[in-house]
């Protein structure tokens, strides 16, 4: 079984592109529909965990405040992927523990590459 | 940068609607917009396709304009269903975009209905049916958004101009048989010129 993502957006399209993507590149992946999904979903333990910013219930920023806070998962690299580019939100994301910023629209090859930096 | 994901609407696209006394913009090939309040919408649509998305409760909603880029960068087609195509991306792009700022401003995902518009046959330099790939993606991505379709008036022959009332939901629809010159094609022409060059690959930053 390859490495576990959580993988997190509102968008079923993104969570079918970016799951099948990861699938194909060996990674299992765990998906989750917002922030406070993601967070249900922290009793596994994660490689890396990938993030949409702007989504209903709990933004990304606030998930990854969460993240950090878990004994499971705070160690785990977070990648935010977004259509948000202003360095201000860069910044905040940057402030609460992301590690990589990725600014949309992204090709999946660039996310598996990011992965396998991190991860490799 | 796509021109998509920076877009600014300028004062220019701002006017009053006499005839129905409303503030009003007026959307071009790759803008969108979300407003809270009485404003209305308006754009022209050939071969672009509109799609018009509201929170049924709170009558917050938006529209945009787009058309996926058709070509590569050989001039072959785009194959819009690769699930990863460029194309895919950049449509992707504009109805996430759309429904992020509804979000953003307070709509709810599962009240949403769209409407959607445009993907006439336009373009009588080319034989490839642009405007169908067009209605065929947003269709597909509404679909798995779980995102209701309320109004459909795609296809055919003749542009549209589109009105959208987001916080009634009302559309009035104006059918152009006849235009005067081909300002429309010219236009779509000049967009999808862009797209086709858009950037369609990722910024990233470590930290």
């Known amino acids: ?120 | 940068m796509a021109r998509i994901s920076d877009v600014t609407i300028k004062d220019e696209q701002l006017y009053w609607d006499h005839r129905f006394q409303r503030h009003t913009i007026k959307l071009l090939p790759g803008d969108f917009d979300v407003i809270n309040g009485e404003e209305m919408l308006v754009t022209v649509l050939g071969s672009c396709i509109a799609a018009c998305i509201r929170d049924t409760q709170s009558g917050i909603g938006g529209m945009n304009h787009f058309l996926l880029p058709s070509e590569n960068k050989n001039g072959q087609p785009k194959n819009w269903h690769d699930y990863d195509s460029e194309a895919t991306r950049y449509g992707d792009l504009a109805m996430e975009q759309l429904i992020n700022n509804i979000i953003g401003m307070g709509g709810k995902r599962e009240n949403l209905e769209a409407k959607i518009f445009g993907g006439a046959r336009m373009f009588k330099t080319t034989f490839s049916d642009i405007g169908g790939q067009n209605i065929a993606f947003v269709k597909e991505y509404l679909k798995t958004e779980k995102i209701r379709i309320t109004k459909n008036d795609t296809a055919g022959t003749n542009a549209r101009k589109v009105y959208y009332i987001p916080s009634t939901g009302e559309v009035f629809l104006k059918r152009i048989t006849r235009t005067n010159n081909n300002t429309i094609e010219l236009r779509e022409r000049e967009y999808m010129d862009e797209a086709n060059h858009a950037r369609t690959t990722a910024d990233i930053s470590f930290f």
């Open chain 1, 1 to 120: 079984m390859g490495k576990k993502i959580l993988f997190v957006d509102d968008s079923a399209s993104m969570r079918q592109v970016v799951g099948i993507a990861l699938k194909n590149a060996g990674y299992d992946v765990t998906t989750a529909v917002d922030g406070q999904d993601g967070v249900s979903k922290l009793g596994d333990r994660f490689a890396a965990i990938v993030s949409d910013l702007n989504m209903p219930n709990m933004n990304g920023i606030e998930m990854i405040k969460a993240i950090k806070q878990d004994a499971n998962n705070k160690f785990a690299p977070i990648i935010m992927l977004t259509t948000e580019s202003s360095d201000e939100m860069k910044k905040q994301g940057q402030a609460a523990g992301a590690k990589v910023w990725i600014v949309k629209p992204f090709k999946p090859d660039q996310l598996i590459g990011v992965l396998k930096k991190l991860l490799g």
